[in-house]
C-alpha cells in the first residue's frame, strides 16, 4: 500500500516536470501561436489568390464545345459561385473538423492524397540537399577560415561567388547538359527506373538514389556556397576573440582551439540559418523538379498556381508555412541542445 502511494507521488512528480519543464512549455507556446500564424496566412492567402483575375473556369471558357450551362454547373459543383468569404470559411471548417483540403479540380481527387503522395518525393530531395550541403560547406569553411588569404582560401571563396551567382535554372541546365554528355550515367525524369518493381529492397532504394543525384546536386549549390561563406566568415570573427587568443596562449593544441571552443561559438548562427534554409529548400525545389521531371510536390505547387486550381495552392501554401514553423522551432531546440547556456524565451 505504502509502495503504491510512493509510486503514485513519483509519477505525479515525473508529470508534472515534464509538463514544467522549460522545452515542453515552448513547445506548447511555440504550437499555439503557429495555429494563429497558420489562421492568419491561409486567410491572406486564399483573398491574395482570388484576387488575381479569373479562375479554373476561364480557360474551360475557350473551349467552344462547353456550353454555359455546363460552365454554371462546375461553378456551383466547385463552390465558385458563392462569395469569397464564405468559400473562404467553408474550406476553413472542413480543415479543421475533417481535415479535408477540398477536392482538386485538375486532378479530380482530393488535395489530400496529392499532398502526401507528392511530400515525400520532395523531402527526399529537400533532407538529401541539406545533408549535401552542410557535410561540405561547414568542413570548406573552416579550413577557409584556417588558411585565411592563403592559395586555398582564394580559390575556396572564388568557388562560392561561383556558386552564389548561378541562378538555380542555371545550374539545372548546365547539369542537364552534363547529363547529356555522361549518357547514360545520370538518369534525367521520374524517380525510378522503369523495372523498378522488379528489383530488390536495396536495388529499389539505390535506385531512387541515383535518380536523385542530379536533382540534389542542383537544389545544393546555391545554399552551399551561402553557407560556407557564412561559415567562414562567423568562424574568422570568433578566431578574433579574447579567449581564443588565451586558450592558444595556454598551449593548447589548435585543433582543439579551432574545433572545440571556436567552432562551438561560431555555429549558432548556422543553426539558427538551418530551419529557414529547410523551408526555402522546400519551397523552392520546383526548379530542380521541373528541370528533371522529378514527381515532387514543387511541380505540383506550379501546376496548380498555373491552372488556379485554389484548393490546392491553398494546401501548398499551407504546407510550406507549417514547414517554416516546424524547421524554426526544431532549430530553437537544436541550438538549446548545442549551448545549454540560451534561454529559449530569449529566442523569441
Not at 586555398?152 to 538555380?168: A, W
Amino acid at each position: 500500500m505504502m509502495q503504491n502511494k510512493i509510486s503514485n507521488i513519483l509519477e505525479n512528480d515525473q508529470i508534472k516536470s515534464i509538463l514544467t519543464n522549460e522545452n515542453t512549455l515552448y513547445i506548447t507556446k511555440r504550437l499555439l501561436e503557429a495555429i494563429l500564424t497558420l489562421f492568419l496566412a491561409s486567410a491572406l492567402c486564399f483573398f491574395i489568390v482570388k484576387l488575381a483575375p479569373g479562375d479554373f473556369l476561364t480557360q474551360l471558357k475557350l473551349n467552344p464545345r462547353i456550353s454555359e450551362e455546363t460552365l454554371n454547373a462546375y461553378r456551383e459543383d466547385f463552390g465558385l459561385n458563392k462569395p469569397v468569404l464564405t468559400q473562404y470559411f467553408f474550406w476553413l471548417k472542413k480543415v479543421i473538423f475533417e481535415f479535408d483540403f477540398g477536392q482538386s479540380f485538375v486532378y479530380s481527387r482530393s488535395v489530400s492524397s496529392l499532398i502526401i503522395e507528392r511530400i515525400s518525393n520532395t523531402l527526399l530531395l529537400a533532407i538529401s540537399s541539406l545533408i549535401l550541403t552542410w557535410s561540405i560547406a561547414i568542413p570548406l569553411g573552416i579550413i577557409s577560415a584556417v588558411k585565411q588569404n592563403t592559395l586555398i582560401d582564394k580559390i575556396l571563396r572564388i568557388i562560392s561567388y561561383i556558386g552564389q551567382g548561378f541562378p538555380s535554372f542555371i545550374t539545372a541546365l548546365v547539369l542537364l547538359f552534363v547529363a547529356q554528355l555522361t549518357s547514360p550515367l545520370f538518369p534525367v525524369g521520374d524517380m525510378t527506373s522503369i523495372n523498378h518493381d522488379n528489383l530488390s529492397f536495396v536495388g529499389k532504394i539505390l535506385d531512387i538514389i541515383w535518380h536523385s543525384i542530379l536533382p540534389t546536386i542542383a537544389l545544393s549549390i546555391t545554399s552551399f556556397a551561402g553557407l560556407q561563406r557564412l561559415t567562414r566568415g562567423q568562424l574568422l570573427d570568433v578566431l578574433k576573440q579574447d579567449y581564443i587568443q588565451t586558450a592558444r596562449a595556454k598551449g593548447l593544441p589548435e585543433n582543439k582551439v579551432i574545433y572545440v571552443h571556436a567552432l562551438r561559438n561560431a555555429i549558432n548562427p548556422l543553426i539558427t540559418l538551418l530551419g529557414f534554409e529547410f523551408a526555402s529548400l522546400l519551397s523552392g525545389s520546383f526548379i530542380a523538379e521541373y528541370f528533371f521531371n522529378f514527381p515532387g510536390l514543387g511541380r505540383l505547387i506550379l501546376q496548380s498556381v498555373t491552372a488556379q486550381d485554389i484548393y490546392l495552392v491553398m494546401a501548398s501554401l499551407m504546407m510550406g508555412a507549417t514547414m517554416l514553423i516546424i524547421g524554426n522551432l526544431l532549430a530553437d531546440l537544436l541550438l538549446k541542445a548545442v549551448d545549454p547556456r540560451i534561454k529559449l524565451q530569449d529566442l523569441q
